[in-house]
């Protein structure tokens, strides 16, 4: 991702790598439906409301995503 100023990190998904790992943020100036944003190793990012997110948490937390870790 080129730019994360005022950008703030809440987590980093990676495995012990100097791929460039994907990470989450919370840019609180952006507007409610694009505050929560996930960036990848290629340099895109995925930018989503915070009830969205909480949408993907909770099928996480209920296993619905369990099969792409073992994919």
């Given at each position: 991702m080129s730019d994360i100023t005022g950008l703030e990190p809440l987590a980093t998904f990676c495995g012990n790598c100097n791929c460039g790992c994907p990470q989450l943020f919370v840019d609180p100036s952006a507007p409610a439906e694009?505050?929560?944003?996930?960036?990848?190793?290629?340099?895109?990012?995925?930018?989503?409301?915070a009830v969205?997110?909480?949408?993907?948490?909770?099928?996480?937390?209920?296993?619905?995503?369990?099969?792409?870790a073992t994919a």
């Open positions: 694009r505050r929560v944003l996930l960036t990848d190793d290629f340099g895109q990012r995925i930018e989503m409301s969205q997110f909480a949408s993907i948490v909770e099928e996480a937390k209920a296993g619905k995503l369990d099969g792409i």
